[in-house]
């Protein structure tokens, strides 16, 4: 046995493992000499511990570069630290961490971006790579087994349907072809606050009126009048579909979903909204013939995905659940954050009058004599966008853009990230980044005149609607919407707090569901504007 180690050792030349760790004096053959027993117990450690030193310098050598990551709790990861303003708590720990800071919510790494250069980088760059969205068991539920534009993952059911919206449903002649509604829709507004006597809840008419027009011109009617049902399933649907469910993140604690309702609720409306529009595509088909001319403008949403489907030329299985998908999303996201940004808008006039007054002069100067503002006269009122721009800065609808999920590895500003990590946008953050704006918690329009920053996409500093190919569609009828509704409000009325409260007091807290809107009504005294 002797003999044969040393054999081993002195004829093949192996390299001595415990020259690593003893002195130069002291080798393998003269610990054997010393202590035989003492050397077969040690000798298999060391050749372990050798093998073990030599991969975790190979494996470091290619360790991959991860972005800054704020410590984790097991099982948990980051989740205990999202609190009930997630993009508040990601703001404050992206100061700390980075631009691009990845978080762990269970097991699920989470790239949280929270500048325009890193969302650059994502939503430009390399767009293709994270247009992909994550799958989760709410979107299964509500939106049609994530069918619909908004939440299907990426690849050509998504470019066929998407397709179909923007050149069918939300082109920039589509949604001109919808004035008249939205004009409509308006004046009937103004009569409401005028025959009012008292404060007016401007939260609640500003979600009425969007809601009616979206009605009208997706569905062909209003159905929020007369006790209708549709408004109130469509505020539990935002509160659902805007709800963080751990079970998404950690798959074994989906019991929860089962034991606290969650799931049951969430399928209980995702029911009643189906049932619903059901009934409404049942209502176009026995009532109107379809000659598949998807060019007749007094034609409504319905009308239009019916003529499509029966055409048979979108190249893809576009049934009556893909129908109803894009119906879905088209009040998902057309409505509430559309009446989000009248609220806020609302709000900050009211608490900066000097800005008040200054829109005011811009569009009476515009109207003449005239009562009403027209979407003509929308089109040179230059302050009235630096309003909206401005509103959609400080108080980003959608907080958190819809969150996406990279397709492959990737580097991104010299980080390493993985195919499978999802990504979220703080727009709200990168909003208020002080590298990108001055005094970037004031409300202060002027910095948008003379100023080519647009919310369409292109500037990263502001992205209200996104960016890329995830962007939203329905941006320029929300933005018809909001300009019109706006122009009129501040036209036709002088408005004031109610109860003496001064503007610097008004509360601004906030609560946060599928978008973030105000936690209190904004109630306001509307005063009919008299021309001198």
């Known amino acids: 046995m002797h003999s044969t180690c040393l054999s081993f050792t002195e004829n093949h030349n192996l390299p001595d493992p415990m020259s690593v760790f003893l002195p130069s004096s002291l080798s393998l053959k003269n610990l054997y000499s010393l202590s035989p027993m003492l050397f077969f117990a040690i000798f298999p450690l060391l050749i372990s511990l050798f093998f073990i030193i030599k991969w975790y310098s190979n494996n470091s050598a290619t360790k991959k570069n991860l972005p800054p990551s704020p410590p984790r709790f097991p099982l948990l990861g980051n989740l205990h630290q999202l609190g009930l303003f997630p993009h508040r708590t990601l703001q404050t720990l992206a100061q700390k961490y980075g631009p691009l800071m990845l978080l762990y919510f269970g097991k699920v790494p989470v790239v949280v971006v929270s500048s325009a250069d890193a969302a650059c980088k994502v939503m430009k760059t390399h767009d293709l790579v994270f247009c992909d969205r994550p799958q989760r068991k709410t979107y299964d539920i509500m939106l049609y087994g994530s069918n619909d534009v908004a939440s299907c993952a990426y690849g050509e059911y998504w470019r066929q349907v998407r397709s179909l919206c923007v050149l069918h449903l939300l082109s920039n002649k589509r949604v001109q072809s919808y004035r008249r509604v939205r004009e409509e829709e308006t004046a009937k507004l103004m009569q409401v606050i005028q025959e009012e006597s008292s404060c007016v809840n401007l939260s609640e008419l500003c979600s009425t009126v969007t809601n009616d027009i979206t009605c009208r011109v997706a569905l062909g009617k209003r159905y929020g009048e007369k006790g209708g049902v549709f408004p109130e399933l469509m505020l539990e649907f935002g509160e659902l579909i805007g709800t963080f469910f751990i079970g998404d993140y950690i798959p074994w604690l989906n019991w929860l979903g089962k034991v606290n309702g969650f799931y049951s609720k969430a399928e209980k409306v995702a029911k009643r909204l189906d049932e619903f529009f059901e009934e409404v595509i049942e209502e176009h088909i026995s009532g109107k013939k379809f000659d598949g001319n998807v060019g007749d403008e007094n034609n409504d949403f319905v009308d239009i995905l019916l003529s499509v489907q029966k055409s048979n030329d979108t190249g893809f299985l576009f049934d009556r659940t893909a129908i109803k998908g894009l119906l879905l999303d088209m009040f998902a996201a057309g409505t509430d954050t559309t009446y989000t940004v009248l609220e806020w808008a609302m709000t900050e006039l009211l608490r900066n009058q000097t800005v008040m007054h200054k829109l005011q002069d811009e569009v009476r100067t515009m109207v003449g004599n005239r009562t009403h503002v027209s979407e003509e006269d929308l089109v040179k009122m230059n302050y009235l966008k630096a309003v909206i721009k ?3 800065r400080l108080h980003v609808p959608i907080p958190l853009l819809v969150p996406r999920r990279c397709m492959e590895d990737i580097k991104v500003n010299g980080y390493d990230i993985a195919a499978g990590t999802q990504v979220i946008v703080n727009a709200w953050a990168i909003a ?30 502001l992205i209200p609607f996104g960016a890329g190919r995830r962007g939203c569609p329905g941006m320029l009828f929300a933005i018809a919407v909001n300009e019109l509704v706006l122009a009129n409000l501040v036209c036709q009325f002088d408005w004031k707090l109610g109860n003496g409260v001064a503007g610097e007091d008004l509360d601004m807290s906030e609560v946060v569901s599928f978008t973030c809107h105000r936690k209190y009504p904004l109630m306001a005294i509307a005063t009919k504007y008299e021309k001198k």
Not at 438 to 457: A, H, Q, Y
């Open 390 to 392: 401005e509103t959609l």
């Open 432 to 461: 208020r980044d002080p590298s990108s704006w001055d005094e970037p918690l004031e409300f202060k329009p002027e910095r948008f005149m003379n100023c080519s920053t647009d919310f369409k996409g292109l500037d990263f500093e």
